[in-house]
């Protein structure tokens, strides 16, 4: 809603009260007279700027969070939760009469609090000029630079036409056998080198099985139905594949776009706002190292990602890789970055996932890790008794560990679990996708306990 919207579904005692915590001089008793003096005031520049500075002073983190969404209605659950370091509850109401949030519920039959859209977007304009204070910042940045443009859809379609021409066995766990996944890297258009071990999980479905870029394409391409890891043990390309082909260059790359940060995002919360930020500020050259800093706890490590790793590998090098963003390094060694027009073009409200429910996203309690274990981070008995059903309690204490085997598959599917139910409960409650050979092995251990594989809500039936 906008601001006169906001104004006018009000009642009468709140354009009071508004009037009153400004000092405003108009007739108390006339409804239309307090709006047209709230509109006159909050349409005025000299009075908007020093105002959101005082209403986002001591509240840094919280105004970060709700300047940066790409949405301004919000429940009463998410802004509890997004000032509970500031005062929760005393804060909603003293938004309501400082004249900034609205309570409303005209548009959607329940109660939600709007920001209005200018007030809004003039909060993220201070946001954004207070952030790039602290900033060093150049128009013509370094002479070598790396911008892949739209060269992940191309090399999506590159993918898909190997696929479809070539005959691709898969491993028992699901990935690509050595041979076929170095004839697949040596196709694309930008080059990776095929993983030499280590410890990987969090950012995708076969994060653990291909290097990062292949790694995001191949998880986009199998979630869209545009591959299938058939039950013969074959990669295909699915057989109708006129929708992805009809869409445009631009429409293609917005959807990877969506898929990276709906995927990125459970290890990297807050990774919806630093990719609007990074939207609105970059428009010049930014220090790589300086923004990290400035960013604070929008970027935090995550399990054996530090802090510089998930902001250069994880954000930085993935927003080059899409497009976003392009990436050189000056005479001194120092990295910058910048938005490209095709950010531009993309990161946009209407283009960029609304962050999730946080009462949602609390549910979110299991990792799932490639060697079949499954960490618990909280304390939800009603998951972990499901939980139970169909693992083995390997480690108690403050962080649970369970360990999936065929055993303990077989346990819960004689005691009439479905596998199908299984992995919904598991994307229910997994802060990271349930990776390609965990899922894989479940659905064959549960074709060979011949068990139905219809859809399903909960573990047992």
Partial sequence: MNLSECLSTADISTLRKIT????????????????????YTFRSASFLDPAIARWQAGRDEAMIRLCLETRNRFSAEELRGIFQSCGGESVIQAAMEEGWLFPSTRYHGRLFYYIPEEIHAAMRRHLVARFLQNLATDREGPLLYQDEGFALVRDLDVFLEYVRHHTVPLTTGGSMYKRNLTQVLELLEIREEPLQGGWRFGYGR???????????????????????????????????LEDWYGLTELERARSLMRFYINLYRRPIARLPQVVHLIGHAAMDWLQC?????????????????????????????????????RIGQDDAGSEWFQITKLGQQLITPD??????????????????????????????????????????????????????????????????????????????????????????????WGRAQDQPMAGGTSLTS
């Avoid at 008793?29 to 003096?37: D, G, P, R, V, Y």
């Avoid at 291909?210 to 043990?233: Q, T």
């Fill in 289 to 325: 190292d300086q923004t990290l800093a400035a960013l604070a706890d929008l970027v935090t490590p995550y399990y054996y990602d530090d802090r510089a790793q998930v902001w250069r590998v994880r954000i930085l090098k993935m927003l080059m890789h899409l497009g976003l963003i």
């Fill in 20 to 39: 009153d915590h400004y000092g405003l001089s108009c007739s108390k008793h006339s409804k239309l007279s307090l709006l047209q003096e709230l509109l």
């Fill in 351 to 444: 283009a960029l996932p609304a962050t999730p429910d946080q009462t949602r996203e609390r549910q979110r309690i299991l990792i799932v890790q490639p060697n079949f274990d499954i960490v618990v981070t909280g304390d939800q008995p009603m998951v972990t008794a499901e939980l139970a059903a169909f693992t083995d309690l390997r480690q108690a204490g403050a962080i649970r560990i369970y360990r999936l085997t065929e055993a303990s598959a077989r346990r819960g599917l004689a005691s009439g679990g479905r596998v199908s139910a299984w992995l919904a409960f598991l994307n229910q409650h997994a802060q990271t996708p349930v990776p390609g050979n965990v899922e894989r092995t479940l659905l064959e």
């Fill in 206 to 240: 076969r994060f653990h099985d291909y290097p990062d870029r292949l790694a995001l394409l191949y998880d986009y391409a199998y979630s869209a139905k545009l591959v299938i890891e058939g039950e013969d043990g074959y990669l295909h390309a699915a057989e109708d």
